[in-house]
């Protein structure tokens, strides 16, 4: 299992589009995905679950993948996060 911290950066946190891409990546792996935020611990998995989390900009989130590509899923999600979801500045 790998846990790790991670920042939302986007302006307008984990909305629909960045749930989704969130959720695709997932789907993309055999590994189970977990991400918790103050102290509501979800399936990545499951759009809704991830829409629950209601992660704003700023927000840490941890991640946890496990099973047998946890190492590829943690990776493209690390990605994810840091490149704000794709999604442009406001403003």
Do not use: Y
């Amino acid at each position: 299992m790998l846990r790790e911290e991670l920042m939302v950066i986007n302006d307008l946190g984990i909305h629909a589009r960045p749930a989704q891409h969130i959720v695709k990546l997932a789907a993309k792996h055999q590994a189970e995905l977990w991400l918790e935020k103050d102290g509501n611990r979800i399936n990545g998995k499951s759009i809704m679950g991830v829409l629950l989390l209601a992660a704003e900009c700023g927000a840490p989130v941890t991640v946890e993948t496990e099973g047998a590509d946890e190492q590829a899923l943690m990776d493209g999600l690390r990605e994810l996060f840091a490149a704000g979801f794709h999604e442009l500045k406001q403003g």
